[in-house]
Nanobody, 123 residues
Framework: QVQLVESGGGLVQAGNSLRLSCAAS????????MGWFRQAPGKEREFVGY????????YYADSVKGRFTISRDNAKNTLYLQMNSLKPDDTAVYYC????????????????WGQGTQVTVSS
């Protein structure tokens, strides 16, 4: 099992940057494929991107491609989401997720979830 805790959310102006972190605990946390999702008020949870356990495979949703970067530091058991050129539409609660089997674009592809961190982008 793995426990996930997100941090780094906050209020920023459009055009600025923010970096989210997701700390994973558990002996085998580095073996997990990791994903980022977000959920805006009144909307369904949306895929943002994923990274494989080794970091060799990374995939982004079209809505964030070129602006967001996912990385992981397995020595620190930490996943990151660097968000640049933020827009008001990026306002949401951001969640990290983990799964041992594979990385995917659907919420159901992941067994473990963090509690989320709020990101608010003002115009």
């Amino acid at each position: 099992q793995v426990q996930l805790v997100e941090s780094g959310g906050g209020l920023v102006q459009a055009g600025n940057s923010l970096r989210l972190s997701c700390a994973a605990s558990g002996r085998t946390s580095r073996a997990y494929h990791m994903g980022w999702f977000r959920q805006a008020p009144g909307k369904e949870r949306e895929f943002v991107g994923y990274i494989s356990s080794s970091g060799s495979s990374i995939y982004y949703a079209d809505s964030v491609k070129g602006r967001f970067t996912i990385s992981r530091d397995n020595a620190k058991n930490t996943l990151y989401l660097q968000m640049n050129s933020l827009k008001p539409d990026d306002t949401a609660v951001y969640y990290c997720a983990a799964d041992l089997k594979s990385a995917g674009v659907r919420s159901g592809d992941y067994d473990y979830w963090g509690q989320g961190t709020q990101v608010t982008v003002s115009s």
